[in-house]
């Protein structure tokens, strides 16, 4: 492993930003529509990268790119962000947050038996711990809470299925960006997933006729700024560090660190709705820390 940590680090940075952005993004798919919400934070997403990219590499766009890198990472695109994330975003609408971090929970899992098959990531008996613990506390957490204001309770079998296509998605997504990838540039990899996925949502809106519903989203103005916050803290800096995660740590590990999302909602719900935090919640908090720092050692 690698002993500076970066890929354990990033991740840990990942699923920061990326309780952010999905509290931003559930917010503004009930003023208007998932669908909407999915298209324009691509386009904010790649405005962004774009200046990012511009500030740290000298040029806005990921020219150097080899094609193999274009193919595999516009595959990822179209299948994390377009596939995965169309499913996930209507997920969060129809269970909420809470119930839709649970079944994303399944993607480390399946994400280390990909990464074994194809890249052979043989993790050591510690990291299979540190994965099983760090799952554990996340499902404690999520399943002892109980039904609130803001994250409610809420289950149908569409949504359930929802969930799981984005958590397939997220899987596939991180696999297909590790295989284009290698050591190429992670916030650059990060803008040709955008653009492959910019290039799938209009063929879907176009064959869709969906266009009246991002006019929708764009006359409001409050849904606007929110899927804009979101697509700084999710397309692109959640997803740059993703990949910075992956490029420099086992799939698997990475995964299992990005989804300690529901036990990061803890103190971020206690500080700004004041809700009460439960024991169970503290145990499964405290199981989750010791098994991520399993995987740092």
Known sequence: MNPTHIGEF????????????????ERASKRTTSLAVSFLRMIFGLVLISVLLWISRGNPFATDASPSAWLWLSLSG???????????FEAYVRIGTRITLLLMSLSPVLTGVLSYFIFGEVLEPLAVVGIALTLAGIAVVIMTRGEKRNLKLRVNSYGVFCGLIGAVGQSVGLILSKQGMGDYDAFAATQVRIIASLAGFSLFFL???????????LSDGQSTRMTAAGALFGPVLGVGFSLLAIQNAPAAIAAAIMSIM?????????????????????LGALVTVVGVILLYL
């Open 10 to 25: 990033s991740a840990l940075l990942t699923a920061f930003f990326w309780v952010i952005s999905g509290m931003l993004f």
């Open 78 to 88: 179209v299948v994390g962000f377009v596939i995965g994330d169309v499913f996930l």
């Open 207 to 217: 064959i869709g006729n969906h266009w009246q519903k991002l006019r929708v989203l």
């Open 262 to 282: 529901p036990v990061l909602i803890i103190p971020v719900n206690w500080l700004a709705f004041r809700e009460k935090i439960k024991w169970f919640e503290v």
